[in-house]
C-alpha cells in the first residue's frame, strides 16, 4: 500500500512560504492528471529560482509575479519536463523577467507518447541551458540547486536537489497524491524503477512534487512506491505465463476493479512493464515490443 499524501491547505494564486528557502504558488488547472493543480516554487530570497512555472495562464503568471518582494528578480527558470502542465509558461516568464529557462530538451520519441497521453506536451519547450544528464549546479544568494536526471515518466525529466534543506523537487517523478503515468516510448520503466532507487539512495528529508503536498517520510514512500510497480510486473509476466498473449486480452483482467474508460491508459503502463520484462529475458516477443504484439514466457 502506497502511503499517500493528500492533504494540502492552499488557495489559487497565493504565495505560502513552505519552508524557509522555499515559496509556492498554485495554479488554477486541476484535473485528473494535475490534483489541485501545478505547484511553482520560488527558491531564495533576492535572487530567486523559480522550478515548474506551469500552464499558460495569466493569472498564473501574474501570481507568480506579485510573489516576489519589492526589489527580487527571477534569475533562474527551471523546468523539470516539457508536459503542459509544467513547462508552457516558462517562456512568457522569461519575456517578463530576463531568466533563462534551464532543462532538457524534449526527445525524439517524446512526439509518439504523447499521442495517448492525457496531460499533453509542450513540444515548443526549448531550454536555453541544456541539463540533459543531471549534475549542474546551479546557485544564487544562500540556495544551491542541483539537477539530477531523473528519465522515466519522460526522457527528459529532471530535478532539483536544494542542498540548503536537504531537499528535492521532485516534479512528477514521484508524487505523494497518485502514481506517475509511464508512456512508452518516451517514457520508459526500466529507467523509471533505476530513477526510484537513485532518489531513495541520496536519503533526502523531504520530497516536493509539483502537484500536492510534500513527502516526509521519504524512505518508506519510495519503497511503497517502487514496491507497487513489482506488484504490477508480477501481475503482467503470471498473465503471461497463464496464456493472455495480448496486452488487450489481459488489461481487463489485470484491471477489473478499474473505470473501462481507464483502460486504454492501463495498457499503455502494462506495455511499459512488457518492453523491460523482454529487455530482461523473461519475456518474448517477435521483433521490437508493440502494444499490439503477442507475448509468450520465455522458456
Ligand atoms: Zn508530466
Request: aromatic share 8%; proline share 7%.
Amino acid at each position: 500500500m502506497i502511503p499517500y499524501v493528500r492533504d494540502l491547505d492552499f488557495e489559487y494564486g497565493r504565495c505560502d512560504q513552505v519552508s524557509p528557502l522555499i515559496r509556492r504558488v498554485i495554479a488554477r488547472n486541476p484535473g485528473p492528471f494535475t490534483f489541485t493543480g501545478t505547484g511553482t516554487y520560488i527558491i531564495g530570497r533576492g535572487e530567486v529560482a523559480v522550478i515548474d512555472p506551469g500552464p499558460d495562464l495569466d493569472d498564473h503568471l501574474e501570481a507568480l509575479l506579485a510573489a516576489l518582494e519589492p526589489g527580487e528578480r527571477v534569475s533562474h527558470i527551471l523546468v523539470t519536463h516539457h508536459h503542459s502542465d509544467h513547462s508552457p509558461l516558462a517562456r512568457a516568464l522569461k519575456a517578463r523577467t530576463g531568466a533563462p529557462i534551464y532543462g532538457c530538451a524534449v526527445g525524439m520519441a517524446a512526439e509518439e507518447s504523447t499521442i495517448r497521453t492525457e496531460a499533453g506536451a509542450d513540444f515548443d519547450f526549448r531550454p536555453d541551458i541544456d541539463l540533459c544528464g543531471g549534475g549542474q549546479v546551479i546557485e544564487g544568494p544562500g540556495w544551491t540547486l542541483e539537477a539530477v536526471a531523473t528519465p522515466g515518466h519522460t526522457s527528459n525529466h529532471i530535478c532539483f536537489a536544494l542542498r540548503e534543506e536537504n531537499a528535492f523537487f521532485s516534479g512528477d517523478h514521484i508524487m505523494g497524491w497518485s502514481t506517475t503515468v509511464i508512456t512508452p516510448p518516451d517514457g520508459d520503466m526500466t529507467d523509471y524503477m533505476a530513477s526510484l532507487e537513485l532518489v531513495k539512495a541520496r536519503g533526502y528529508d523531504v520530497l516536493w512534487p509539483t502537484h500536492g503536498p510534500p513527502i516526509l517520510e521519504v524512505t518508506p514512500f519510495i519503497e511503497a512506491y517502487a514496491a507497487h510497480r513489482r506488484a504490477r510486473e508480477a501481475q503482467v509476466l503470471k498473465a503471461v505465463i497463464d496464456g493472455y498473449g495480448k496486452i488487450t486480452e489481459m488489461v481487463p483482467v489485470l484491471y477489473a476493479d478499474v473505470d473501462s474508460r481507464l483502460h486504454p491508459a492501463a495498457a499503455r503502463s502494462v506495455f511499459g512493464h512488457m518492453i523491460d520484462l523482454v529487455r530482461r529475458g523473461k519475456v518474448v516477443t517477435e521483433g521490437e515490443p508493440r502494444i499490439d504484439g503477442t507475448y509468450r514466457p520465455a522458456s
